[in-house]
């Protein structure tokens, strides 16, 4: 179907976040999608601050930018429950895979155009994703990013129902 | 390796985008000994458009006959794109032809209930049924799926037509000229990221 599919491998976008649905997306990625020789790639989008201003309609407005020790300490947070929860699994599997962890802007549509672009960079077969039916501050950022995935995605995406 | 026993539900209609999303499937998700189901809503509301009256309450006996040729169509349309284009190493297909008692949005209710009874692993379907200027961000069936299934749904992009925007929000399976532009486009957007980003940029 896609040129070059015949002699490379297929990369999978996967996108997560430190809630338990990733776990979900993960597991059903490794056990439904995956074959042998298939690279994983695990984005995760680092909300800009933890302090942020949003309007009474729950828009976002803008946020508090933290300072460089607090910013320094979320990456490696970030860095570490990826490394916990998924890189040692991918490992002990034996499958290659890449991280990405990028600081999310203000925006939450330019999430979601970052990771369709980022599944189009990498020629996803698909991108795996969690919709969560109701959305909470802290999910505030993935929940939306998949909705605008679905719409804007060139890629195949892959929506798992997680509560 | 031990052969598999999923159920694979793949939602096809008459279009070049089901067909697409059914080769995705084929080609992507599809594993030996897993078993393919083709699933067909014909919505009532199908024979009004065919017929030509308006979608009012139907005498039922009225519609016997235009159900049944309705259902002939998908059986033929089902084999022409779908039965035929699949490589003979795969098992046949079970093919599902259901009619739907309302409207559009209950071809997802069908969708996910026939899902839930064949503990399918997902349901794989086009992003689009009626196309983009009809539907523009998500087909109505896709939405409701995507907002209601409790399994995973796979939404396969539909491309866009010749009359796609000047902002370049295409699928491009189109080469040349225009993925240049949308490349430029994509790079654009990556360099004015970048500026507001503290963390390092992928490759």
């Known amino acids: 179907m896609s040129e070059g599919a015949a002699n490379s491998h297929r990369n999978i976008l996967l996108t997560v976040d430190e809630s338990p ?143 | 390796m031990e052969a598999s026993d999923r159920v694979l539900l793949i939602a096809v209609d008459d279009s070049e985008d089901s067909q697409k999303a059914f080769m995705w499937a084929v080609d992507n998700l599809y594993r030996e000994g897993d078993q393919i189901h083709l699933v067909h809503v014909v919505p009532r ?18 519609e016997n006959s235009s159900y049944e040729s309705a259902v002939q169509r998908a059986e033929q349309f089902i084999i022409d794109r779908f039965v035929r284009a699949l490589p003979v190493t795969i098992k046949s297909p079970v093919v599902h032809i259901i009619k739907s008692e309302v409207d559009t949005e209950s071809v997802g209710h069908v969708l996910c209930k026939k899902a839930d009874e064949l503990d399918a692993i997902g349901i794989v379907m086009a992003s689009h049924n009626k196309g983009r200027m009809a539907e523009f961000f998500l087909g109505s069936v896709t939405q409701y799926c995507t907002h209601h299934s409790k399994r995973p749904i796979i939404i396969v992009p539909t491309p866009n037509s010749s009359s796609s925007s000047s902002k370049g929000g295409g699928g491009g399976v189109s080469k040349g000229a225009i993925r240049n532009r949308e490349q430029q486009q994509c790079q654009q957007q990556q360099q004015q990221q970048r500026r507001r980003r503290s963390s390092t940029p992928f490759a």
């Not at chain 1, 074959?35 to 302090?51: C, E, K, M, T, Y």
């Not at chain 1, 976002?60 to 040692?88: C, N, P, S």
């Not at chain 2, 509301?45 to 009225?62: E, H, I, K, M």
């Open chain 2, 45 to 62: 509301l199908a024979f009004a458009a065919q017929y030509g009256v308006p979608p009012v309450d139907f005498v039922p006996a009225a």
């Open chain 1, 21 to 163: 649905s990733s776990d979900k997306v993960f597991e059903y990625t490794v056990k439904n999608l995956y074959r042998q020789g298939d690279v994983v790639h695990i984005l995760h989008v680092i909300a800009p601050s933890r302090r942020l201003v949003v309007t009474p309609d729950m828009g976002l407005e803008g946020v508090i930018e933290d300072d460089e020790e607090t910013k320094r300490k979320v990456e490696e947070h970030a860095q570490e429950f990826i490394r916990e929860r998924f890189e040692k699994r991918l490992e002990t599997l034996r499958i290659p895979y890449q991280v990405d962890i990028v600081r999310g802007c203000v925006d939450n549509d330019s999430i979601g155009a970052l990771v369709c672009r980022r599944a189009e960079g990498i020629d996803a077969v698909a991108v795996v994703m969690a919709k969560h039916s109701r959305g909470t501050i802290k999910e505030f950022f993935i929940g939306s990013v998949t909705n605008y995935a679905c719409h804007h995605c060139k890629q195949p995406v892959l929506v798992l129902h997680c509560d």
